[in-house]
């Protein structure tokens, strides 16, 4: 089993940056792409980045293209999730997980608990 924990969230106001954190442990394994997703009240959850195995690939939501850098630290079995520019419509539970590369949320197996990420305007 892989245990995801995320950290990071918070209230910010819009414009500000926020650092999202996931830590894995258990069975790690450095070749798991590595994705975060979020779900916002009243809709579905849905992909923002993935990152490969190795963190030569990345891919993005149109919606966070620009803004958001997802990166990994496989000594540390940690992936993050640089979040800038922040708007409103980025409110949301953030949720790690882990699986095959892609941005379906059935190609991740493992997942996080979720942290909020509150935008005020």
């Known amino acids: 089993q892989l245990q995801l924990v995320e950290s990071g969230g918070g209230v910010v106001q819009a414009g500000a940056s926020l650092r999202l954190s996931c830590a894995a442990s258990g069975r790690t394994d450095s070749s798991y792409a590595m994705a975060w997703f979020r779900q916002a009240p009243g809709k579905e959850r849905e992909f923002v980045a993935t990152?490969?195995?190795?963190?030569?690939?990345?891919y993005y939501a149109d919606s966070v293209k620009g803004r958001f850098t997802i990166s990994r630290d496989n000594a540390k079995n940690t992936v993050y999730l640089q979040m800038n520019s922040l708007k409103p419509e980025d409110t949301a539970v953030y949720y790690c997980?882990?699986?095959?590369?892609?941005?379906?949320?059935?190609?991740?197996?493992?997942w996080g608990q979720g942290t909020q990420v509150t935008v005020s305007s």
């Open positions: 990152i490969s195995g190795s963190g030569r690939d990345t």
């Open positions: 997980a882990a699986g095959l590369y892609g941005n379906s949320r059935y190609r991740y197996v493992y």
